[in-house]
Each structure stands twice: as structure tokens, then as C-alpha cells.
């Protein structure tokens, strides 16, 4: 193969791989947190989407298509815990980290038309 080649190759692989990062990031922000510790049981087939369906209804199970979750409900829930929901303490997710989540899951409900979230 030749430089030219192998620039070329490499250039396009570049290319490749930061256009799909970018999709990857524009789909989902990143939320370690909510990763590590929401998301075993309020995604599909979670306990938490379970229980939540139970009570509320199949438009209301999933936390991340909701558009009704207002900040301090989740700061509350996730701190002192609802149902059979358990706390979860600061160890678990710093304050810092929660605040991403509920950005994340509040987005509809804080969103700004102009600036997207508050």
C-alpha cells in the first residue's frame, strides 16, 4: 500500500469513527449514573417500568418517555425513595450526578423553546 494509500485509509477511518460518535451522542446523553443505577430497573422490562405500569399506566412506565417529571419529584423520589423504590444515598449518586439525571428525565417538563433545558 502506498502513503498516499494508507493516509487516505486512515483519513477515512477518522472520518468513520467521529461521525459515529457524534451520533451516539446527539441520541442519549451520557448518564453514567443513571446507566449504573436507574436504568436496571426503569428500562424496558425493569422492575421499576413494572411497578410504575402497575400503578400508572403503560404511558407512564418508562421514566425516559415521560414528559410530566418535574425536578423536585425526582430529586425527592431518588432521595427518600417511594413505594418499593429504596433511597438512594449520595454515596450511590453524588448530587452532582443526580443533577444530570434530572435534567435528563425533566428535560420536557424545564425545557426552554429557545435554549433547550433551563
Not at 460518535?21 to 446527539?26: E, G, L, N, P, S
Not at 415521560?66 to 430529586?75: C, T, W
Request: charged share 30%.
Amino acid at each position: 500500500m502506498t502513503r498516499t494509500g494508507l493516509s487516505a485509509g486512515i483519513a477515512c477511518l477518522a472520518v468513520t469513527v467521529f461521525v459515529s460518535a457524534r451520533a451516539a451522542d446527539t441520541a442519549q446523553p451520557h448518564l453514567p449514573a443513571f446507566e449504573k443505577v436507574c436504568a436496571k430497573c426503569h428500562r424496558e422490562g425493569g422492575t421499576g417500568t413494572f411497578m410504575l405500569e402497575r400503578r400508572l399506566g403503560k404511558e407512564k412506565a418508562l421514566l425516559e418517555d415521560r414528559n410530566d417529571l418535574q425536578p423536585e419529584f425526582i430529586r425527592h423520589v431518588v432521595r427518600n425513595g417511594i413505594l418499593s423504590m429504596p433511597a438512594i444515598t449520595r454515596v450511590e449518586v453524588t448530587d452532582a450526578e443526580l443533577d444530570v439525571i434530572v435534567r435528563y428525565l425533566a428535560r420536557d417538563s424545564t425545557r426552554d423553546p429557545e435554549n433547550g433545558w433551563d
